[in-house]
């Protein structure tokens, strides 16, 4: 199977998937056994395909076909720090090590993080991502992923105060905005329009008040959407309300920034008021389950969130707190957390697939763009080889997806038309050189953090 060639005009011939079975996610959540017709980077036609010259064809016999998933929370930059800091608490681990590789990072190391997990992330079926970046060296994030298939929506990490903070990871507001925005008017829309830019204030404890109002103006005055933490281990709770008198949505609340547009990973730990306030607001709640649990955060109530009509998608989190950036990862323990706290009814294996499809769209403002098999919409689409022995019999296939597959199941990655991944070799990037480079940037990294 070929790339799409390009004809004398210099459109696409067609890129055909034929004979799977499609799980669309779209409103109806139709299953359909048709052909899906590729062109000019988006999705043509979904039916019995018609022959055509010089077409494109990935026979997808025995596959699933469904929309590249799409992670609502990652740190590309952490992808170096991987299993350096594995069995510690939320505020140690940061304060001890991620806070200090962040300082040591450089421009090289930012690029083979950035590009190791591109590769991670484009080998495991996802096309489209949410990530929150370190206080410096984002525009090289922006330039590698520019170099990538990735669709992604980017914040520079803010950050201008906290007790063990370290100084160079600390900005003014002025400063921090000024920084910030010199990357939205450079970056956002960059890429074809792949590439957007966030405000990323990290969390209430390393943030002012007076930072927290200026992102609110910018954001506002500038339609940025808004990513940050909140709400994720029980002693950075205590500390807020020690200090506050408040919870952490709440604080946020006071902030204005509290509306329609943020989006707050984990939250594992809201009370009443704030999932009242998350429903009512329209705040997208980003889960990483596979975090919480290693950092020993908790379990997110997403069953109880989605009853209130919270709206809820996935991520994987960094690679320092998770190790693997696998979105079937994340949707496999995402349903099961939520069956050992509300039975085995809770989250059926449907609506999980959605947090990871259409709902991470909506979170990150692109439904209309992504998320489902829809005619018009960008060709994000992974093909599932459903013959492998763990996969027999497979019936249900929201069930097959959801609870039996791995990303080696996954054997096409297709991202804005491209088949950028085949039969579990990446096309885009040179997965050998990637690891190498970041073995040797790893190596760097440590020794300027004294963590070697």
């Known amino acids: 199977m070929t790339q799409p060639k390009a004809d004398a005009t210099g459109s696409e011939t067609a890129l055909v998937i ?11 959540f139709e299953v359909l056994g048709a052909d899906l017709v590729i062109r000019n980077g988006r999705i043509q036609e979904i039916g019995p395909a018609r ?40 505020l140690t681990w940061l304060e001890r090590f991620i806070w200090p ?19 991670e992330l484009l080998k495991s079926g996802t096309t489209a991502v949410l990530t929150m970046e370190t206080v410096y060296h984002t525009e090289v994030v922006f330039e590698t992923l520019a170099k990538t298939p990735l669709y992604a929506t980017v914040g520079k990490c803010l950050m201008d105060t906290g007790d063990r903070v370290p100084r160079d990871l600390l900005e003014t507001p002025e400063v921090a905005m000024r920084n910030a925005l010199a990357l939205v008017d450079r970056f956002d829309g960059s890429a074809d329009g792949r590439l ?9 404890l390393s943030c002012t008040e007076a930072l927290h109002h200026d992102v609110a103006a910018v954001a506002s005055a500038r339609g940025l959407p808004v990513h940050t933490h909140a709400a994720e281990h029980p002693t950075e709770v205590e500390l807020i309300r020690a200090r506050h008198g408040r919870g952490n949505l709440e604080l946020l609340a006071d902030f204005d920034l509290v509306k329609g547009g943020l989006k707050v990973a984990h939250c594992v730990h809201l009370n009443e008021r704030e999932r009242a306030m998350a429903r009512e607001r329209q705040i997208s709640v980003l889960h ?19 009853d209130r009509g919270v709206r809820v998608s ?27 706290i509300r039975g085995p009814d809770a989250l059926p294996p449907r609506e999980a697939l959605a947090l990871a499809t259409i709902a991470g769209a909506r979170a990150l403002e692109r439904e209309a763009e992504m998320g489902s098999l829809e005619v018009g919409k960008i060709a994000n689409v992974i093909l599932i080889d459903t013959q492998a022995s763990h996969l027999v019999p497979s019936e249900d296939p929201y069930a097959t997806v959801v609870f039996a597959a791995r990303a080696s199941d996954i054997k096409y990655t297709i991202a804005g038309g491209r088949v950028v991944m085949k039969h579990g070799e990446l096309l885009v990037l040179d997965e050998d050189e990637v690891c190498e480079t970041a073995r040797r940037e790893r190596r760097r990294l440590l020794e300027r953090a004294g963590l070697s």
Do not use: W
Not at 18 to 28: A, D, E, K, S
Not at 105 to 119: F, Q, W
Not at 290 to 299: A, D, E, F, M
């Open 51 to 90: 022959p055509e010259p010089g077409a494109s064809v990935i026979d997808a016999s025995g596959m699933l076909v469904l929309p590249g998933f799409i992670q609502t929370h990652v740190h590309l930059v952490q992808t170096l720090f991987r299993g350096v800091a594995d069995s510690v608490p939320l």
């Open 314 to 340: 996935l991520g994987a989190d960094g690679a320092a707190c998770n190790n693997r950036l696998d979105m079937l990862e994340e949707l496999r323990l995402a349903a099961l957390l939520q069956r050992a």
């Open 288 to 306: 990483c389950p596979s975090s919480n649990l290693k950092l020993g955060s908790g379990i997110a109530p997403i069953g109880d969130y989605l």
């Open 196 to 204: 957007r830019c966030a405000l990323a204030p990290r969390f209430a």
């Open 101 to 119: 590789l962040e300082v040591a990072h450089d421009a090289e190391s930012v690029r083979a993080a950035t590009r190791l997990a591109a590769a």
């Open 18 to 28: 034929r004979g799977g079975l499609l799980l669309t996610m779209n409103p109806r």
